[in-house]
């Protein structure tokens, strides 16, 4: 008997593929090591078709956007849970000319057809610094990643086909046409293992560049803000009386360790963008595992038709992976082409 998927790692990437493939009736194992850190574990999970200062749409964000809407609820609907929390992502401006700039931005069709119209900013003014107004961009919200790789978890401990401990790369048989492990032959192992894919000796050849990220949990009283709210930092309402705040980037450092630094650095903004006082309660640090690129980390090995990856989602996971991993299982068993630019042979020159 063969078994055809051993996915290795179940932070978003491994959790989204594993179910994917699951539902295209392939029989999968999915594996975690509780001992590895996981960026999943301590992200945030924000999903924001818009970035940055000039509203930059986010890459292929007219597929990715509702295709993730309808994954998550799809999976919320089938398992009777909610982790999805779709939602509108408010942007205070910052200053008259960053607002004259943003109404330029929102003239662009592509961008306006992801501003929410029906803004009020009188209801943020209690609780928001917002003296210009602001944008509301939709088509927005955020994943509860503990949640999310709970059920996932369980649903595949239910069907006997989750392995918790560490898959060594060194113990995989590789085969042209399977991969044994544990005795057990698999048509092939993907390995969805984050930033480990650094180490992993099959894939240290693609080019990260990893980002260390920090974020805050903070309680609050009487905030009654659902949106997200976003200007330089976010500011994520949990649930009632509970915030997070982030997040920082470094390319420094990358350790799992919070630093002093980055508490200051996210306070100062917070209290300056909020007009409530918070308490902070945690502090939580995460590698992120970026590609150089910016780009995706999808296909087989060259060397080893056995062996595959799906990773390098960088900080934008929660996006990319339901739509990306719709188009993984299709390459794998329709024969349809990966994107060029998710693709690892794009790296093959380097």
């Given at each position: 008997m063969t078994i055809d998927y051993l996915i290795v790692g179940q932070g978003v990437a491994g959790s989204v593929l594993a179910w994917t493939l699951d539902q295209r009736g392939c029989s999968v194992v999915l594996t975690n090591d509780p001992a590895t850190p996981a960026a999943s574990a301590v992200a945030a999970g924000i999903v924001n078709p818009l970035t940055g200062r000039k509203l930059v749409q986010t890459w292929k964000a007219a597929e990715l956007f509702p295709f993730l809407h309808q994954f998550y609820s799809g999976i919320?609907?089938?398992?009777?849970?909610?982790?999805?929390?779709?939602?509108?992502i408010y942007r205070?401006?910052?200053s008259e000319t960053e607002k004259n700039n943003y109404l330029t931005y929102t003239a662009d069709p592509a961008i306006r057809s992801y501003i929410d119209p029906s803004i009020n900013d009188e209801s943020y003014a209690p609780y928001i610094e917002n003296p210009f107004g602001g944008l509301t961009v939709g088509q927005a919200g955020w994943v509860?990643?503990?949640e999310f790789g709970r059920l996932i978890k369980g649903y595949f401990i239910r069907k006997n086909q989750y392995y918790e401990g560490r898959v060594p790369v060194d113990e995989l048989l590789l085969t042209e046409s399977s991969v044994i492990w544990n005795?057990?032959?698999?048509?092939?192992?993907?390995?969805?293992d984050g930033v480990q894919a650094t180490e992993n000796p099959l894939f240290n050849w693609l080019p990260y560049s990893p980002v260390k990220g920090?974020?805050?949990?903070a309680m609050v009283e009487n905030y009654p803000v659902t949106s997200i709210v976003n200007q330089g930092i976010f500011v994520l309402p949990v649930r009632p009386g509970l915030i997070r705040i982030g997040a920082t980037y470094s390319w420094d450092d990358l350790d799992w360790q919070t630093t002093a630094?980055?508490?200051?650095?996210?306070?100062?903004?917070?209290?300056?963008?909020?007009?409530?006082?918070f308490e902070v309660v945690g502090q939580q640090a995460g590698i992120r595992p970026s590609s150089k690129d910016r780009r995706p980390f999808i296909g087989i090995h060259p060397d080893q038709p056995a062996v595959s990856i799906f990773g390098g989602m960088g900080t934008k996971g929660v996006s990319l992976s339901p739509y990306?991993?719709?188009?993984?299982a299709r390459y794998l068993l329709d024969g349809e082409e990966i994107d060029a630019e998710?693709?690892?042979?794009?790296?093959?020159?380097?």
């Amino acid at each position: 008997m063969t078994i055809d998927y051993l996915i290795v790692g179940q932070g978003v990437a491994g959790s989204v593929l594993a179910w994917t493939l699951d539902q295209r009736g392939c029989s999968v194992v999915l594996t975690n090591d509780p001992a590895t850190p996981a960026a999943s574990a301590v992200a945030a999970g924000i999903v924001n078709p818009l970035t940055g200062r000039k509203l930059v749409q986010t890459w292929k964000a007219a597929e990715l956007f509702p295709f993730l809407h309808q994954f998550y609820s799809g999976i919320e609907a089938e398992l009777g849970v909610r982790f999805f929390h779709p939602g509108t992502i408010y942007r205070p401006y910052r200053s008259e000319t960053e607002k004259n700039n943003y109404l330029t931005y929102t003239a662009d069709p592509a961008i306006r057809s992801y501003i929410d119209p029906s803004i009020n900013d009188e209801s943020y003014a209690p609780y928001i610094e917002n003296p210009f107004g602001g944008l509301t961009v939709g088509q927005a919200g955020w994943v509860d990643l503990t949640e999310f790789g709970r059920l996932i978890k369980g649903y595949f401990i239910r069907k006997n086909q989750y392995y918790e401990g560490r898959v060594p790369v060194d113990e995989l048989l590789l085969t042209e046409s399977s991969v044994i492990w544990n005795g057990v032959r698999f048509g092939k192992v993907i390995f969805c293992d984050g930033v480990q894919a650094t180490e992993n000796p099959l894939f240290n050849w693609l080019p990260y560049s990893p980002v260390k990220g920090q974020l805050l949990t903070a309680m609050v009283e009487n905030y009654p803000v659902t949106s997200i709210v976003n200007q330089g930092i976010f500011v994520l309402p949990v649930r009632p009386g509970l915030i997070r705040i982030g997040a920082t980037y470094s390319w420094d450092d990358l350790d799992w360790q919070t630093t002093a630094d980055a508490r200051t650095f996210l306070e100062e903004k917070a209290r300056a963008l909020l007009k409530i006082p918070f308490e902070v309660v945690g502090q939580q640090a995460g590698i992120r595992p970026s590609s150089k690129d910016r780009r995706p980390f999808i296909g087989i090995h060259p060397d080893q038709p056995a062996v595959s990856i799906f990773g390098g989602m960088g900080t934008k996971g929660v996006s990319l992976s339901p739509y990306l991993a719709e188009q993984f299982a299709r390459y794998l068993l329709d024969g349809e082409e990966i994107d060029a630019e998710a693709n690892i042979t794009r790296c093959l020159s380097l």
